[in-house]
C-alpha cells in the first residue's frame, strides 16, 4: 500500500485532506507542528482527528517560530483582529514561509518512510490572501523538493505534493467531507483559543460562511 504524508493542522481543510487521502488508499502518516501558536487548541484537535482516521503514525514536530514571531499567531505582543472576508492585503496572521518550512520538512519525512505522496489541504479560492496558498507555490516546491531529494534526484521516484482543493471552496470541502465522514466536530478552526471558537476572527468567519454555503450544521460549535 502506499504510503503518505499529509499535513495536518486540525483544521478543517487539513482534516478533509486527511480523510480524502484515506479514501484513495494511502497509508496515512499525519505531520503536524508545534511552531509556537499561541494556544494548543488546533494540537488537541490534529491528535483527535488522526485517531479518528487511524493513522499509522502521527509526528508532531516541535517548530519555534515564534522565537522570530512576525505573525499574531505567533507573537503575543500583536493582536489576533477580528476578520474581514472581504480585506484585500495579507493579514497579520500570516506566519513568514510557514507553508515552505512546514512542506521542506514533510519532504525530509516521506524521503525517510519512502512515502512519494504529501497532502496539503490549501487553498487559494476560499482563503486569507497567503501568498503560500497558491497553486504556483506549491508548484514551485515540488520542483525544488525533487531537485533536493535523492528520490527525486537520483532514484527517479518523484514527491509529488497533492493539493486537491486548490481550486475548490470550503463550501465544497466540506460537501466532500460529509461523504468521506469526516468528523468536522474534532476540528478545530478560530486563531484564539479559548474553551469555543471566538466567531470572529478570519478563520472562523470563513467557516461559518462555508458551512451556511453548503447547508450543513457545525457540530464543532456545540461541543
Same mark, same amino acid.
Given at each position: 500500500?502506499?504510503?503518505?504524508? $499529509?499535513?495536518?493542522?486540525?483544521? /478543517?481543510?487539513?482534516?478533509?485532506? @486527511?480523510?480524502?487521502?484515506?479514501? %484513495?488508499?494511502?497509508?496515512? !502518516?499525519?505531520?503536524?507542528?508545534?511552531?509556537?501558536?499561541?494556544?494548543?487548541?488546533?494540537? %488537541? #484537535?490534529?491528535?483527535?482527528?488522526?485517531?479518528?482516521?487511524?493513522?499509522?503514525?502521527?509526528? $508532531?514536530?516541535?517548530?519555534? @517560530?515564534?522565537?522570530? =514571531? =512576525? &505573525? +499574531? @499567531?505567533?507573537?503575543?505582543?500583536?493582536?489576533?483582529?477580528?476578520?474581514?472576508?472581504?480585506?484585500?492585503?495579507? *493579514?497579520?496572521?500570516?506566519?513568514?514561509?510557514?507553508?515552505?518550512?512546514?512542506? &521542506? $520538512? #514533510?519532504?525530509?519525512?516521506?524521503?525517510?518512510?519512502?512515502?512519494?505522496?504529501?497532502?496539503?489541504?490549501?487553498?487559494?479560492?476560499? !482563503? &486569507? =490572501?497567503?501568498?503560500?496558498?497558491?497553486?504556483?507555490?506549491?508548484?514551485?516546491?515540488?520542483?525544488?523538493?525533487?531537485?533536493?531529494?535523492?528520490?527525486?534526484?537520483?532514484?527517479?521516484?518523484?514527491?509529488?505534493?497533492?493539493? *486537491?482543493?486548490? !481550486?475548490?471552496?470550503?463550501?465544497?470541502?466540506?460537501?466532500?467531507?460529509?461523504? @468521506?465522514?469526516?468528523?468536522?466536530? /474534532?476540528?478545530? +478552526?478560530? !486563531?484564539?483559543? =479559548?474553551?469555543?471558537?471566538?466567531?470572529?476572527?478570519?478563520?472562523?468567519? /470563513?467557516?461559518?460562511?462555508?458551512? #451556511?454555503?453548503?447547508? $450543513?450544521?457545525?457540530?464543532?460549535?456545540?461541543?
Amino acid at each position: 500500500m502506499k504510503k503518505a504524508v $499529509v499535513l495536518l493542522s486540525g483544521g /478543517l481543510d487539513s482534516s478533509v485532506a @486527511l480523510y480524502l487521502a484515506k479514501s %484513495q488508499g494511502f497509508k496515512l !502518516y499525519a505531520l503536524s507542528f508545534d511552531y509556537g501558536q499561541q494556544h494548543e487548541r488546533e494540537l %488537541q #484537535a490534529a491528535r483527535a482527528v488522526a485517531q479518528s482516521a487511524r493513522v499509522e503514525e502521527h509526528q $508532531v514536530v516541535n517548530m519555534k @517560530l515564534d522565537l522570530w =514571531g =512576525g &505573525s +499574531s @499567531l505567533t507573537d503575543k505582543s500583536i493582536e489576533i483582529k477580528d476578520g474581514d472576508v472581504n480585506r484585500k492585503d495579507i *493579514p497579520d496572521t500570516y506566519v513568514p514561509a510557514r507553508n515552505m518550512v512546514f512542506l &521542506s $520538512v #514533510a519532504a525530509s519525512y516521506a524521503e525517510a518512510i519512502g512515502a512519494q505522496d504529501i497532502f496539503i489541504g490549501v487553498s487559494q479560492v476560499d !482563503y &486569507s =490572501g497567503y501568498v503560500d496558498c497558491r497553486e504556483e507555490f506549491i508548484e514551485a516546491m515540488e520542483k525544488a523538493i525533487n531537485k533536493g531529494t535523492v528520490m527525486g534526484a537520483e532514484k527517479n521516484q518523484p514527491i509529488r505534493i497533492h493539493a *486537491p482543493f486548490v !481550486y475548490k471552496t470550503k463550501a465544497d470541502e466540506i460537501r466532500l467531507g460529509r461523504q @468521506l465522514n469526516v468528523p468536522f466536530e /474534532l476540528t478545530w +478552526s478560530c !486563531y484564539r483559543g =479559548g474553551e469555543k471558537p471566538c466567531g470572529k476572527c478570519d478563520s472562523c468567519l /470563513l467557516r461559518a460562511k462555508a458551512f #451556511a454555503e453548503a447547508g $450543513v450544521e457545525d457540530k464543532a460549535l456545540n461541543q
